[in-house]
């Protein structure tokens, strides 16, 4: 038998706060949020336990979902959906009524093509108004923000050279190309950033 530890992301617990800060008064209208890459779950029980309003639901791709699980059972939160199988390359996304998505730390994980995909997905999946909140790191007019962030992109590469920080001029054209226009980009701690979109 295989016991699996509790899975535990520090960098969850010290960027909760801040991203809970942006993302509170623009999910206080709203009923339900998909988030993507949830990662440990950790950040979907606090941000649940902040919005009590709120459905959220949890995905990721199928290696994630038990230790998601395991936050879940713990907590107990009734808004708290359990983690559901979403790779963004899939063709065909479970149809959800959701009024936002979020994701944080997932995009630099992913390749070019993965982005593409996530953006068109999303782009679908939100009706009109619908709201992208996108937590992490990104490079202006070509060049990293800092250079703790060129060596984690150098890190990142080593990994998975598809993988790696990505262009904010991209992800504004590439939202638009699937019918989401930029609403802010908020300067977060660590040389992160939250991008804000909506669906029009
Ligand atoms: C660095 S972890 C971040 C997890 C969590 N969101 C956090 O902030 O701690 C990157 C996440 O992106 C997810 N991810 C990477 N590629 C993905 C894909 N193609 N589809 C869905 N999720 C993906 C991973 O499974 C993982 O949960």
Redesign the pocket.
């Known amino acids: 038998m295989i016991i699996m530890n509790k899975p535990y ?1 520090e ?2 617990d010290q ?1 909760k706060e801040p991203i809970l800060a942006v993302i509170l008064p623009v999910f206080s209208s709203l009923s339900s949020v998909l ?6 779950g ?2 979907a029980i606090y941000f649940a336990e902040n919005m009590p309003h709120l459905k959220w639901y949890t ?3 199928r ?2 979902l038990a230790g998601i699980n395991m936050w879940l059972d713990d907590a107990g939160l009734p808004n708290v959906l359990p983690p559901f199988e ?4 899939e063709s065909s996304w479970p149809k959800l009524d959701v009024d936002a998505v979020f ?4 995009i ?3 390749s070019q093509q ?1 982005v593409l ?2 953006m068109s997905g999303v782009g679908n999946l939100l009706a009109e108004q619908g709201e992208l909140m996108i ?1 992490g790191p990104f490079n202006y007019n070509g060049q990293y923000t800092s250079s703790s962030n060129e060596s984690f992109d150098q890190w990142l590469k080593s990994r998975d050279p598809l993988s790696g920080i990505k262009h904010f001029e991209d992800m504004v054209a590439l939202a638009n190309k699937n019918r989401m226009q930029l609403v802010a980009d908020h300067a977060m701690p660590a040389n992160n950033r939250i991008l804000h979109f909506k669906k029009v």
Do not use: K, P, R, W
């Not at 988030?35 to 440990?40: A, F, W």
């Not at 994701?103 to 997932?106: D, H, L, M």
């Open positions: 992301s960098s969850c960027n988030e993507i890459g949830s990662g440990t950790q950040h995905s990721d791709c290696s994630y979403l790779n963004v390359t994701t944080a730390n997932s630099h994980i992913m993965d995909n996530f937590y």
